[in-house]
């Protein structure tokens, strides 16, 4: 009896299952729209001609394959977000000007996503200087690739990779020309150049995010996005090398980083305070240096007492 | 009352150290409690204007140290620096009886200074730890602060620019404490500012 339900269930998944591993971004050259759009050139039948022909591919739609399967959006397909009738080449000309989902249609609203706060992320993006530059043209997906994006500086343990990734962000467009271009109308300010009054630049570019002195920072958002005007960027050292660091309201807000101080080698001794300068950073230290500095004190004092007495 | 001999104890060059050095090593000091606690003092100093007095300073005790490193090397002066094994232990201690306790009974000095003992044993432990291992020790650790791209990336767990910083302002606040006991002890004399003449003419009494 057990048969017949068997078969029917190994038949179900031939079927199914082989159109979803086809789709899958793992394969990319079986998958209708990465065969094309993971390769630098890509070829299909002029049927004008009747000839197959090989084209390369516009290097801004060569996608990252690596990153799409590794990204927060990985579960989805291309046609989820993009019309199926994507499906044909050549492209249909009208497909282009079709709207796109915007992050808000799926994250907006939505109670599983609350914590991420998207509309207050959208209010404070909406204050900042990328807005008032480019508008509702600056979309979420000039920073955060929506095929690619990893919540780096939520997930990691390691504050270089999180510095890294989301300097990356800025980067993009910051150190790119054309792109730079394409959005403020000008030439991009040579980064080295404009931080020059920056000491150990490349240990700052390296350590901190830009938008730890390029945002303002708000307790109750991990990052407020928004990015400020030039002129009101931070420049003052202490705002960060102090006990009360603005870092503590931005790079380590995130509980992944706080953990890691917490349960960190040697904690006791060394604690995660790095931006503090000197040896005040480990609070085992600090304690130690001035119950030294008392001790010392007070040996001087009780032997200067005991000389003025017996000189009387 | 005993005759007193007079003993040209610190040659100009001596001075010209101890001058730079202490005017450097106060600099030092302050400069280094206010970047370490941060403070925004932009009323007095700016954090950044402290920073490079920070460094202009570090440089010129690092100069101030080749001047009595090399001083030591080929003047006479480099011989009462010399720690003999015998009474390793004994001297110091005998020493440090003395300032603790005969010195208030009527105790003679154990070690007294002469043409030929210029520090007493304790003195010359403290000079050699803090002379000949600390300040070596900030001047390397500073010089690498100062090129912190020159910096390991990592020791073992930790980023090595913080472990520098550490070893760099835990030498500092040694030599900061030697200052303090270095004052204090100076003020110990046939009257309390004595010795701190002594410095500034070159001339030392003996009595």
């Known amino acids: ?312 | 009352m005993a005759a007193t001999e007079k003993l040209y104890f610190y040659p100009v060059w001596l001075r010209i150290w101890h001058a730079m050095n202490a005017l450097g090593i106060i600099t030092l000091i302050v400069t280094g409690i206010s970047m370490q606690s941060s403070i925004e003092s932009s009323h007095i100093l700016g954090f950044n204007l402290i920073v490079k007095l920070h460094n202009i300073a570090g440089i010129l005790v690092t100069l101030s140290y080749l001047i009595y490193f090399i001083g030591n090397m080929v003047t006479p002066n480099g011989k009462f620096y010399r720690i003999k094994p015998r009474g390793f232990l004994k001297r110091p201690i005998q020493q440090a009886i003395y300032y603790a306790w005969g010195m208030f009974h009527g105790m003679k000095p154990p070690y007294p200074i002469s043409a030929k003992r210029k520090f007493n044993p304790l003195q010359k432990y403290a000079y050699v730890m803090v002379m000949y291992m600390a300040v070596p020790f900030v001047i390397i650790s500073g010089i690498a602060l100062l090129f912190p791209e020159i910096i390991l990336d990592k020791v073992y767990a930790f980023s090595g620019v913080f472990v520098t910083a550490v070893f760099h302002s835990a030498m500092g606040f040694f030599i900061s404490i030697f200052l303090m006991i270095h004052l204090y002890i100076a003020s110990i004399g046939k009257s309390p500012l004595e010795n701190f003449k002594s410095i500034f003419t070159g001339w030392h009494q003996v009595h």
């Open chain 1, 1 to 312: 009896m057990k048969y017949p339900s068997v078969i029917f269930i190994s038949v179900f998944l031939f079927f199914t299952t082989g159109p979803i591993l086809a789709q899958s971004y793992q394969n990319a050259q079986h998958h209708k729209c990465l065969k094309c759009h993971s390769n630098q050139s890509y070829s299909f039948l002029n049927t004008v001609k009747n000839k197959e022909e090989k084209r390369l591919m516009n290097p801004y739609f060569i996608l990252d394959t690596v990153g799409l399967t590794h990204g927060v959006h990985k579960q989805f397909d291309c046609t989820d977000c993009h019309s199926t009738e994507y499906g044909t080449y050549p492209h249909l000309a009208t497909l282009k000007l079709q709207p796109l989902s915007t992050c808000l249609d799926c994250h907006g609203g939505d109670a599983s996503f609350a914590s991420y706060q998207f509309e207050r992320i959208d209010a404070e993006f909406k204050k900042s200087v990328h807005y008032k530059v480019y508008g509702d043209n600056f979309t979420c997906t000039k920073c955060h690739s929506q095929h690619t994006y990893v919540a780096t500086a939520r997930n990691s343990n390691d504050v270089l990779e999180i510095v890294n990734y989301d300097n990356q962000m800025c980067l993009s467009c910051h150190n790119n020309m054309k792109k730079y271009k394409m959005v403020s109308g000008h030439d991009n300010p040579k980064l080295v150049e404009v931080h020059e009054w920056l000491p150990n630049q490349e240990l700052h570019f390296a350590h901190v995010r830009c938008i730890e002195c390029h945002t303002e920072v708000i307790d109750s958002l991990k990052v407020s996005h928004n990015i400020l005007p030039k002129e009101k960027a931070l420049k003052k050292c202490v705002e960060c090398h102090s006990a009360n660091s603005r870092l503590k309201a931005s790079l380590y807000k995130y509980q992944n980083l706080q953990k890691r101080s917490e349960n960190g080698t040697l904690n006791t001794v060394l604690a995660n305070e790095s931006y503090i300068i000197g040896s005040h950073q480990s609070p085992f230290l600090k304690l130690a240096s001035i119950i030294i500095f008392l001790l010392a004190l007070a040996g001087i004092l009780i032997h200067g007492i005991f000389r003025i007495l017996i000189k009387k």
